[in-house]
């Protein structure tokens, strides 16, 4: 393999992991604040059917990078309500959206698109989105482990009575 293959292997591997790093980074920093977040999932699979279905209603990517934030943040503010507001079961919740979400995207993209999920795009490789993402998810992977505030959570650890 070439400098340049390996190059843009490793390019395309942090691309496609950011939005996974980005999750986890939620994931972590829920469980450290003491509350359960089951519904990543169903907050990725939103934000990435809102992402693909405004970038190619409006051919630009940055627009669908902004509708699939806002639609992962609306699914979790949902779960929050229901959780906080309604005194629901934070794990039924957070598994009512991971459920809700597939189905939404399925019968949005079946009205919107013809289709069953799959959403005809046109190949965002190489997009300058798609970099500033991952430079994101690296940055906020770095500051959360080397801010005072990330280092205080990894010196708490599982036991808030240490601090």
């Given at each position: 393999?070439?400098?340049?293959?390996?190059?843009?292997?490793?390019?395309?591997?942090?691309?496609?992991?950011?939005?996974?790093?980005?999750?986890?980074?939620?994931?972590l920093?829920?469980?450290?604040?003491?509350?359960?977040?089951?519904?990543?999932?169903g907050?990725?699979?939103?934000?990435?059917?809102?992402a693909?279905?405004?970038?190619?209603?409006?051919?630009?990517?940055?627009?669908g990078?902004?509708?699939?934030?806002?639609?992962g943040?609306?699914?979790?503010?949902?779960?929050?309500?229901?959780?906080?507001?309604?005194?629901?079961?934070?794990?039924?919740?957070?598994?009512?959206?991971?459920?809700?979400?597939?189905?939404?995207?399925?019968?949005?993209?079946?009205?919107?698109?013809?289709?069953?999920?799959?959403?005809?795009?046109?190949?965002?490789?190489?997009?300058?989105?798609l970099?500033?993402?991952?430079l994101?998810a690296?940055?906020?992977?770095?500051?959360?482990?080397?801010?005072?505030?990330?280092?205080?959570?990894?010196?708490?650890?599982?036991?808030?009575?240490?601090?």
């Amino acid at each position: 393999m070439s400098l340049e293959g390996f190059t843009r292997l490793v390019s395309a591997g942090v691309a496609a992991g950011a939005p996974i790093a980005l999750a986890a980074l939620g994931g972590l920093l829920t469980e450290a604040a003491g509350a359960l977040s089951v519904a990543l999932e169903g907050a990725m699979l939103a934000g990435a059917f809102a992402a693909a279905a405004v970038a190619v209603a409006t051919g630009n990517a940055a627009l669908g990078l902004a509708a699939g934030l806002l639609a992962g943040a609306f699914l979790g503010l949902l779960v929050g309500f229901a959780a906080g507001r309604l005194r629901a079961d934070v794990f039924v919740a957070g598994l009512a959206a991971n459920l809700l979400a597939p189905g939404a995207a399925s019968l949005l993209s079946e009205e919107l698109f013809g289709t069953k999920g799959v959403i005809p795009a046109p190949s965002l490789a190489g997009a300058p989105v798609l970099a500033i993402m991952a430079l994101a998810a690296l940055v906020i992977v770095a500051a959360s482990a080397l801010t005072p505030f990330g280092l205080r959570l990894r010196a708490v650890g599982e036991r808030n009575e240490a601090a």
